[in-house]
C-alpha cells in the first residue's frame, strides 16, 4: 500500500493493527457488514519497514478456507509509524477490509458430446480422428491449491429413452489440476466395447477432489456422451439422380482419395476447391474417398468438365478398404452437376464413385471431373 505521497528522507516502522475502536467510524460506508474478529484473517508481519526514499510498503493478509463461514464482516485496521514527526496523509491511517462469502461456481462448457459411429457386420466403428471426447469444466474463481478435477462414469443418471453404454467405452477417464479458471479434460473412446447399433448414453460427471481424494459436493455437474450407432447394408436401389443435393455439404479437411483403375491425373483434384484442375477416368476406373470418421451420407455432387458424357456412375460405402458394399447405380441423361443422392442416408467411412460409363460405352473415351462435395443428412 502507498502511504506517503513523496519518499521521506530515513527509513520507519510501520505498524498494521487491528483496531475495533474504528468499526463505529466507518460501518456507515459498509452496509450490512458486520465487526469481523482480530482472528479470523492472519497477518504475517504486523511491523515492517518503509525504507528512505520509498513511498509504499506491503502487508501479507490470508485467510484460511472455511466452507461454514457465512457472514459479511469488516476488519478495520490502523497504521502507525514510529516518527513522531511524520503524520499519515487523511484516510492512508486506516485500512478496512471486506470479508463476505461467495460461491464458487463450478460449471461444464458443454454438457452433451454427440458421436455417429457405425455398425457392419458385428464391428463398430467411429473413425481414428474422433475417437477423443472433450469436456471443458470452468470455474468462477480461483481454487485453492492441491484440488483436482476429475470425470467419472455415473450410471445411475437418468438416459431420456437412450441406453446405457457398455463397461469400457469410456477407456481411461481423465484427472487433473485444477490449477486454472478453465481445464480442458479429454479422453478416448474404445468402441470396440460396443457389439450392436442403436442409440447409447455414457452417463458421466464431473467431481472436485482435494488433496485427500475427498470429492467436494457439487450439484447440476452430470455430462453426458451419446452415440448414435447407424447399420451399414447392401442395396441395389438406393441412389438416384436428384436436380438439388440434400443435406449439409461437409468440408472436405482430412479426406484422403484414391484410385483404382485408368486414372488421368490424382482425384486429389477434386477436393481442391479449384475448379480449372482436373481427373480424368476411363470406363470401369473407381474414385475412393476415405473420411476421418464416420458420416451419415445424404447426396454426393460430381462436377463434370465440359463435354465429358457420363451415362453410369456406381456408388459404394464402407467402413473400411475393401468392404465396400454396392449402394446402386444412377443413370445420368442430363447436363451440368451430377446430382447423387441416397434415398437413405448412408453411414460410412468409406466413399466410392466409379465403375463410369461413358455415353456412347467406349472404352477409350475420357471422362473428366473438376470437383466433388458431399452432403450429410
Not at 115 to 139: H, M, P, Q, R
Request: hydrophobic residues 35%.
Amino acid at each position: 500500500m502507498r502511504l506517503l505521497d513523496k519518499p521521506y528522507d530515513k527509513d520507519i516502522q510501520v505498524s498494521f493493527v487491528y483496531d475495533a475502536s474504528t468499526y463505529d467510524k466507518v460501518k456507515a460506508n459498509y452496509s450490512g457488514f458486520e465487526l469481523g474478529d482480530a482472528n479470523l484473517v492472519q497477518l504475517s508481519e504486523a511491523t515492517k519497514t518503509l525504507s528512505k526514499g520509498e513511498t509504499s510498503v506491503t502487508f501479507t493478509l490470508t485467510i484460511s478456507n472455511n466452507s461454514n463461514f457465512n457472514k459479511k464482516v469488516i476488519l478495520p485496521y490502523a497504521l502507525k509509524v514510529t516518527d513522531s514527526g511524520l503524520t499519515l496523509p487523511k484516510g492512508k491511517d486506516v485500512f478496512v477490509l471486506k470479508v463476505f462469502p461467495e460461491e464458487i461456481k463450478i460449471t461444464a462448457e458443454s454438457k452433451v458430446v454427440s458421436k455417429l459411429l457405425g455398425y457392419y457386420n458385428g464391428s463398430v466403428y467411429i473413425g481414428n480422428s474422433d475417437k477423443e471426447v472433450a469436456f471443458t469444466i470452468k470455474s468462477s474463481y480461483e481454487l485453492p491449491t492441491g484440488l483436482k478435477v476429475a470425470l467419472v462414469r455415473d450410471d445411475s443418471a437418468v438416459l431420456s429413452g437412450r441406453t446405457l453404454a457398455p463397461a469400457g467405452v469410456e477407456g481411461t477417464l481423465p484427472e487433473d489440476d485444477f490449477d486454472a479458471l478453465s481445464k480442458k479434460l479429454t479422453f478416448n473412446l474404445n468402441e470396440d466395447s460396443f457389439t450392436n447399433k442403436g442409440e447409447y448414453a455414457l452417463p458421466l460427471k464431473y467431481v472436485v477432489k482435494d488433496a485427500s481424494g475427498n470429492e467436494q459436493e457439487l450439484s447440476n455437474n452430470k455430462l453426458f456422451v451419446n452415440f448414435d450407432i447407424k447399420e451399414l447394408v447392401s442395396s441395389n436401389d438406393n441412389v438416384e439422380v436428384g436436380t438439388q443435393p440434400s443435406g449439409k455439404i461437409i468440408d472436405r479437411k482430412g479426406i484422403i482419395a484414391s484410385y483404382y483403375g485408368d486414372i488421368y491425373y490424382s482425384p486429389r483434384f477434386l477436393l481442391d476447391g479449384d475448379e480449372n484442375t482436373y481427373s480424368y477416368v476411363r470406363d470401369g476406373a473407381y474414385y475412393y474417398f476415405t473420411f476421418p470418421k464416420v458420416r451419415l451420407i445424404k447426396s454426393v455432387v460430381l462436377k463434370p468438365i465440359s463435354g465429358t458424357q457420363v451415362k453410369n456412375i456406381s456408388v459404394y460405402a464402407g467402413m473400411t478398404q475393401g468392404s465396400e458394399q454396392y449402394q446402386g447405380t444412377i443413370t445420368y441423361n442430363g447436363s451440368g452437376d451430377i446430382v447423387i443422392t441416397f434415398k437413405k442416408a448412408v453411414p460410412l467411412i468409406r466413399l466410392s464413385v466409379g465403375n463410369f460409363v461413358n455415353d456412347e460405352n467406349a472404352s477409350s473415351y475420357w471422362m473428366g471431373f473438376s470437383e466433388i462435395n458431399f452432403y450429410e443428412e
